[in-house]
């Protein structure tokens, strides 16, 4: 009993086309897979879908539905959420579920959004110009992003919700034990608690070894138990081979901390499992 909610395609930056990913699912006897490749965007992203294939990658993951019996397969899209511009509700009617995730703050002056997970350079570019280097006031501005959605554009699920720590390698920008940085993001964890919405546990980071732990991190993840969120464990995987990376490692920091439950979806309904039973599932494949 064991799924994947967050996976990548040709139809963005995945490296494999649609059955690919659903084959590889199968062999690795998932139970649910989720597809949810990045939304299209308004303005030009080398890593999205662009807006006139939404349709055949909707239609296609149909065919994989009616083709494939051993698994569920949910048709998602990873969203971005910019103010004013586009959020998970402009997909959702289309959908079984939405990913919610943030990956711009604020724009330079040319109107250009500012990537908050592309390169560092990037990233060091727009600290300097736009939070005239002050990192405390852009990780509160991406808190505060990641809020208005949860308040106004409610997902599915919320995307790595602490992705802003991918660019702070050796703690080189902030420490996420200081007090400024764990108020933002428990700020943010109550508010997600007061809402109908699922964080997603994502593994990309640790195996990708640019974190040190999954999104969100090991205090965030007690945090989030001690709430009672519920949570989806998912590997963001950009290529087949991903589809279950950094499970094992992530379920028993899970059960470490505490959680005994994952959320599924199951016959078209978020429930929860019990999660000693995916582990087993995934030791004795
Ligand atoms: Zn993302
Ligand atoms: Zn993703």
């Known amino acids: ?34 597809i949810s490749s990045h939304a299209p965007l308004p303005f030009p992203c080398d890593w999205c879908m662009n807006s006139d294939q939404l349709d055949s990658y909707l239609d296609e993951i149909e065919v994989m539905k009616g083709r494939f019996h051993s698994m569920e397969i949910y048709k998602g899209l990873e969203v971005d959420f910019i103010p004013q511009i586009t959020g998970p509700a402009q997909f959702k009617h289309k959908l079984d579920y939405t990913i919610g995730s943030i990956h711009f703050v604020e724009q330079f002056q040319s109107g250009k959004h500012w990537e908050i997970d592309g390169s560092h350079s990037v990233f060091l570019e727009g600290l300097k110009i736009i939070f005239s280097g002050n990192i405390k006031e852009a990780v509160t501005r991406y808190y505060e992003i990641t809020r208005e959605m949860v308040k106004s554009d409610t997902p599915d699920i919320i995307g790595h919700l602490d992705k802003i720590k991918i660019q702070n390698f ?27 919405t699922i964080i997603e546990v994502n593994t990309r ?32 995987a950009h290529h087949p081979d991903q589809l279950i990376r950094g499970f094992t490692e992530t379920l028993q920091l899970l059960q470490k901390i505490g959680f005994t439950e994952i959320m599924t979806l ?8 019990p999660i000693n039973h995916i582990n087993e599932r995934l030791l004795n494949p």
């Open 1 to 34: 009993m064991f799924s994947n909610y967050h996976t990548h395609t040709h139809y963005c930056d995945g490296k494999s086309d649609i059955q690919s990913i659903v084959i590889k699912a199968v062999e690795l006897k998932l139970t649910t897979l989720g």
């Open 170 to 196: 050796g703690n080189s920008l902030f420490d996420e034990h200081d007090s400024w940085y764990q108020h933002e993001l428990r700020k943010t964890l109550d508010l997600i608690a007061q809402h109908n």
């Open 205 to 236: 980071g640790t195996y990708q070894g640019k974190t040190k732990e999954p999104y969100p991190g090991y205090w965030a993840l007690e945090y989030i138990y001690k709430k009672k969120i519920p949570i989806v464990l998912n590997s963001d």
């Open 266 to 273: 199951t016959d078209g309904q978020w429930k929860s499992q």
